[in-house]
């Protein structure tokens, strides 16, 4: 596993996950090979179909362990991730529909109101637009350079510790941004 953890931090996947299948066997401890597998498949390698086998045999075999609430989240990620590759069209859930359409309502709400109010008084809009500014600009403190493998899953987990906050990343850099599956090695991202 150590020989199998220096190839992977090496960049040499392959390697890595030759090694890593050499460890495993039916035992309970392999349960960490199989996350650190699915980790590979999933943030490097952009195989969301054996990731998933691998995030299920870890919480087959460590339904409780430290990554489960992880793990479980990555499935659900990786589940839409391959049906969207499969179908060669966009897969979106019901519940994903419905944030979004009260997202989109909720934005439109804020844009008629910072509309009707630079309408009123142009002098306060100037105001908010420089502390709207200042703000941004605190919370776009850390730049990133996309290194090769990186997907905006990955990278909200490397900076967040959990991969949930893809979507803020995706936000903060909506103009730089074209392919959100496909980034450029050597592209700058903004880090909220």
């Known amino acids: 596993m150590q020989d ?7 960049g040499d996947f392959a390697r890595a996950i030759n090694l890593y299948e050499a460890a495993l066997d039916d035992s309970p401890r392999c349960a960490e090979i199989h996350y650190k597998l699915a980790l590979l498949y999933d943030d490097k390698l952009n195989d969301p179909l ?3 086998h691998h995030f299920k045999r870890y919480l087959a075999l460590s339904p409780n ?16 991730a391959a049906l969207t590759a499969l179908s060669g069209d966009s897969v979106i859930t019901r ?18 109101g910072h509309t009707a109010s630079s309408r009123a008084s142009p002098e306060k809009s100037l105001g908010n637009n420089a502390s709207s500014k200042k703000n941004a600009s605190k919370r776009a403190d850390r730049a990133y350079v996309v290194q090769s493998g990186d997907t905006l899953f990955s990278i909200s987990r490397k900076f967040y510790k959990s991969p949930k906050r893809w979507k803020e990343i995706l936000a903060a850099n909506d103009k730089n941004i074209r392919a959100p599956k496909k980034l450029t090695v050597g592209q700058p991202l903004v880090i909220p």
Not at 4 to 10: I, R, T, V
Request: proline residues 2%; glycine residues 2%; charged residues 30%.
């Open 50 to 52: 054996s990731a998933l």
């Open 65 to 80: 362990g430290p990554h489960a609430n992880e793990v479980k989240n990555s499935i659900k990620h990786d589940e839409i």
């Open 95 to 112: 519940s994903e529909v419905a944030r979004l359409q009260n997202e989109n309502l909720n934005l439109r709400k804020e844009l008629e």
């Open 4 to 10: 199998a953890d220096s190839k992977s931090a090496q």
